[in-house]
């Protein structure tokens, strides 16, 4: 099974991308780029910006930016940190 951020939803494929605990441990929900030395690095983040800032990474996921807007509106609710 693959496991994704459960902030973002980037998949977590390597030690890597991983974020990180204040201690230096990997967290195992979260990656680098949301969550780092025990905390969130947006911790103000909302869902709707969220979603709104996926279509940045669009290139990177090979998908159309629109495509990664539907992904998300999709995706983002289900995860850990955005569940209600
Ligand atoms: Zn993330």
Redesign the pocket.
């Known amino acids: 099974m693959e496991t994704i951020?459960?902030?973002?939803?980037?998949p977590l494929d390597s030690d890597e991308v991983r974020?990180t605990e204040a201690d230096g441990s990997l967290n195992s929900d979260?990656?680098?780029?949301?969550?780092k030395d025990g905390k969130f690095t947006q911790p103000d983040l909302t869902l709707e910006e969220n979603i709104a800032s996926a279509a940045n990474f669009a290139k990177e996921a090979g998908m159309a930016p629109e495509q990664m807007t539907e992904w998300a509106k999709a995706v983002h609710p289900t995860l850990k940190r955005w569940k209600k």
Request: proline share 0%; aromatic share 24%; with cysteine.
């Open positions: 951020c459960q902030s973002c939803g980037m974020g979260y990656c680098i780029y949301c969550y």
